[in-house]
């Protein structure tokens, strides 16, 4: 249940995502999209959990910081993200880097992102900043780390998540002492800081800040005038005000939002491909770890115009169905068998063909009487009739890219390829 005191302090806030990130990890998916824009879910790109967070919460200010590969991005956000009305002190601002500082200089890093649109954020007069990741899988009520922030005095107040230590070398990882002030502050650490009275547990950052805006700012133009700062959140703004300010660490469990038959909170990097097709399958589950069906907290996205999912044929061996799967508008599985998978939307099946455990991006079309098993199909590829995958691993890494966990990722010059 949602806590609230007085008037929501996310009137006066401003969410501010930065979506710039490559993603190179999850190899082909980002070849022409910025990780943000990559697909989620069966209806979704991954960078809509963070702005419907921010609408849910209340937020209506929000800019989005863009660079690598954004075309995919931004005509998302164009087509999914235009309903916000100056008229109701609502706005979206979707800010590529265009050397607005210097004709030289792209954004050079996230603190960066933020100082070349100043101006911008100074035209919206927000009282508070939220800055956000872009890329990560997750439902979060900012308005309680707003609360944080303000009842703390914090110059800067952090979400943080509790991982094992072990997991913990990979983010941003922070000391606290019992009040949750931050006292350490180290981005990537060997032997990672554990929580007071938890010595198997650490806190690793989620990559969410709340500052004052007139702090940031300040922080921001003092860094840009550092030559040897590499204008990164968690590299150079963050360790300086752990040293010189108050930091303050938010939990995450403090402020996720779960719907009923949630049991913990959920948050996913999918910066791998093996952790992408697990958070995707994860849906699929009779009562999944993420509910995208909780119209308390709905995740906003472009709603395709299409037609109904259709299934078609009821023979033996020609029987269109599917197993605890997510079938978007406009696929038709014609005699086919999808089995744990999500077809997104324009998904054709041709008869006798199957896919189980399949991420299935928009617009594929699977030949008759193919197999896959274990596979992620970048959006358009055209399966060939018969092909089979996720039978052979010697031979799908050969054909493919094939993960340790034994994840097929295709995309259309993979089955170029094989012609």
């Known amino acids: 249940m949602r806590k609230t005191y007085g008037q929501p302090l996310a009137r006066d806030a401003m969410a501010y995502v930065l979506a710039g990130g490559r993603g190179s990890r999850l190899w082909e998916l980002t070849d022409n999209r910025a990780k943000p824009a990559v697909y989620f879910g069966g209806v979704s790109r991954i960078i809509d959990f963070a702005l419907s967070n921010a609408i849910n919460s209340g937020i209506r200010r929000i800019g989005v910081a863009t660079q690598y590969k954004?075309?995919?991005?931004?005509?998302?956000?164009?087509?999914?993200?235009?309903?916000?009305?100056?008229?109701?002190?609502?706005?979206?601002?979707?800010?590529?880097?265009?050397?607005?500082?210097?004709?030289?200089?792209?954004?050079?890093?996230?603190?960066?992102?933020?100082?070349?649109?100043?101006?911008?954020?100074?035209?919206?007069?927000?009282?508070?900043?939220?800055?956000?990741?872009?890329?990560?899988?997750?439902?979060?009520?900012?308005?309680?780390?707003?609360?944080?922030?303000?009842?703390?005095?914090?110059?800067?107040?952090?979400?943080?998540?509790?991982?094992?230590?072990?997991?913990?070398?990979?983010?941003?990882?922070?000391?606290?002492?019992?009040?949750?002030?931050?006292?350490?502050?180290?981005?990537?650490?060997?032997?990672?800081?554990?929580?007071?009275?938890?010595?198997?547990?650490?806190?690793?950052?989620?990559?969410?800040?709340?500052?004052?805006?007139?702090?940031?700012?300040?922080?921001?133009?003092?860094?840009?005038?550092?030559?040897?700062?590499?204008?990164?959140?968690?590299?150079?703004?963050?360790?300086?005000?752990?040293?010189?300010?108050?930091?303050?660490?938010?939990?995450?469990?403090?402020?996720?939002?779960?719907?009923?038959?949630?049991?913990?909170?959920?948050?996913?990097?999918?910066?791998?491909?093996?952790?992408?097709?697990?958070?995707?399958?994860?849906?699929?589950?009779?009562?999944?770890?993420?509910?995208?069906y909780d119209r308390d907290w709905p995740i906003w996205t472009d709603q395709v115009v299409a037609a109904p999912a259709k299934f078609v044929h009821d023979q033996d061996g020609r029987r269109g169905m599917a197993i605890s799967s997510l079938i978007s508008q406009d696929c038709i599985v014609s005699g086919a068998r999808a089995k744990r998978s999500l077809l997104f939307t324009g998904v054709k099946m041709g008869s006798f063909s199957s896919v189980d455990e399949g991420v299935i991006l928009p617009y594929c079309n699977i030949g008759r009487g193919a197999r896959l098993s274990r596979v992620i199909l970048d959006s358009g590829v055209r399966i060939p009739e018969g092909l089979v995958v996720g039978e052979d691993p010697v031979l799908d890494a050969k054909r493919f890219r094939r993960t340790e966990n034994g994840v097929c990722l295709i995309n259309r010059a993979m089955i170029e390829r094989l012609k």
């Not at 107040?157 to 000391?175: D, Q, R, S, Y």
């Not at 840009?224 to 150079?236: I, L, M, Q, V, W």
Request: proline share 5%; hydrophobic share 40%; glycine share 6%.
């Open 70 to 292: 954004a075309h995919s991005l931004i005509r998302h956000m164009q087509r999914a993200w235009n309903f916000m009305r100056p008229e109701r002190n609502e706005s979206f601002d979707i800010l590529p880097a265009s050397q607005r500082i210097s004709e030289a200089h792209w954004y050079e890093g996230t603190a960066d992102a933020v100082f070349q649109n100043i101006d911008i954020i100074e035209s919206h007069a927000p009282k508070y900043m939220v800055i956000l990741a872009g890329d990560h899988i997750y439902k979060m009520d900012y308005e309680l780390m707003l609360q944080q922030h303000v009842q703390t005095g914090a110059d800067v107040t952090i979400g943080c998540l509790v991982v094992p230590c072990e997991e913990a070398k990979g983010f941003g990882v922070m000391a606290v002492d019992a009040n949750s002030v931050i006292t350490d502050f180290v981005e990537k650490p060997e032997i990672p800081p554990s929580i007071p009275g938890a010595p198997d547990n650490s806190l690793a950052s989620m990559g969410i800040y709340v500052f004052d805006t007139k702090f940031l700012f300040e922080q921001l133009r003092r860094d840009a005038e550092d030559p040897n700062s590499t204008r990164d959140f968690g590299k150079d703004i963050i360790p300086y005000i752990v040293e010189h300010g108050k930091a303050v660490a938010h939990r995450f469990t403090d402020s996720c939002i779960r719907a009923a038959e949630e049991i913990g909170e959920y948050w996913r990097d999918v910066g791998t491909v093996d952790a992408y097709f697990e958070a995707n399958l994860d849906l699929t589950d009779v009562v999944p770890k993420l509910n995208m």
